[in-house]
């Protein structure tokens, strides 16, 4: 069975730290309490390149963080239609290295086509493992 939460966001750059509150809030803490800075950051990294690249202005974008039994995922839906790029910056860049966290620090990410406007992105966190009695 998924648990699901989804929660939608003005496009300014304090929406980006209300959305982190929200994922954090949605999941279940003692599950991911030791990826739980992982996850924020790469809901950081998303929720900004929504806010800066992907909504244009009057929209807004979308978080939406789903769980199973195996897998936690996080989208990011937004109205604009380029999809990001993982690049690969200069030392001097100031820029362009959110993909770049996103891919090391999440299991797997993507971005896909949504119904209507715009597209999503993704990135997914495997459920761990619980431990043994004897290792508690």
Do not use: Y
């Amino acid at each position: 069975m998924d648990d699901q939460a989804e929660l939608r966001f003005n496009r300014a750059a304090a929406s980006v730290g209300k959305a982190r509150a929200f994922v954090r809030a949605a999941l279940p803490a003692a599950q991911f309490r030791e990826r739980i800075d992982d996850i924020t950051l790469c809901v950081s990294e998303l929720a900004t390149n929504a806010v800066r690249h992907g909504s244009p202005a009057g929209h807004l974008f979308l978080v939406r963080v789903s769980v199973n039994e195996s897998l936690l995922r996080i989208e990011v839906h937004d109205a604009g239609e380029s999809r990001p790029v993982l690049r690969v910056p200069a030392d001097d860049d100031l820029t362009g290295r959110g993909l770049v966290l996103v891919d090391s620090l999440a299991d797997d990410w993507g971005t896909g086509p949504r119904d209507g406007l715009g597209k999503v992105v993704w990135v997914e966190f495997k459920v761990p493992e619980p431990a043994a009695p004897w290792d508690q």
